[in-house]
């Protein structure tokens, strides 16, 4: 959404291009991009079609170009079961690119590196209801019966965002991660207080702010 907002808040930007609506991981993950870290192609992916693509690319902002309907990119992510099926074509791409053999390759290597160019960074706010950052994470669910000890289907390493890992995080608290790499199911209290920790920890925390405390002047 663009839009222009004043900002009546100390240490908030006062005018920005562009507002997120929520403040769970996708929007923490889009802040970090909007800051001006850019996700690149760093080769090595196994299939020629997907490796030539990402290849021409001169970063992965571009993908969802190449990735239009009828598109040899599309056709072939579609026609095998090998790649990720998901709803968004530029999520079975990522997905592939970052985990090329899929999520039972515990010894994968991503194809994938950040890189921060401050230059195309992009003035926003993320807004989020939830206390804290981390959307559902962080949110009683409405009838309130989601408890904090129950264990994330998914292993930490693959709900963990770029440029903080969540054995730093454990480090931080002088915890040690059950499985170095992140291979392990995690408590939901664990992972809310990971994403509550990830904007200070890789720098977007200026753009993050409860709807309060943000007035839309248009
Ligand atoms: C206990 C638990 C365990 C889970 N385990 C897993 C797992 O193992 N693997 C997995 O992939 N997923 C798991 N999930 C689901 C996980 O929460 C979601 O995959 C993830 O949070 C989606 O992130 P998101 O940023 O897209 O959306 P959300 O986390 O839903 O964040 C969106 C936020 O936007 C806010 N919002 C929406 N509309 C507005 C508005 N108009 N104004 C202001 N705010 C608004 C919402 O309140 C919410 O806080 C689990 C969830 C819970 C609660």
Known sequence: MAAALDVPVLGLPRLVDTVIVGNGP?????SYILHGHIPHYKGQHFDPVVHGVAASLDD?????EQLAPGSDLLNHLRSSSAYPQGELPVNALIDTLIRPKGDWDADYKSCVEWRYEPRRAVKHLVLGEAASPGGQW?????????????????????????????AEHFAKKDRELPDPNGRCRLSRRDVADYYAAYPEAVGIADSQTHPREACAKE
């Open 138 to 166: 962080a949110q009683s669910d409405s009838f309130g019966t989601t408890k904090w000890d129950v264990e994330a289907l998914s292993n930490a390493e693959q709900l963990q965002l770029p440029g903080y890992t969540f």
């Open 60 to 64: 992965l902002l571009e993908a969802p």
């Open 26 to 30: 996708s929007a923490l993950l889009l």
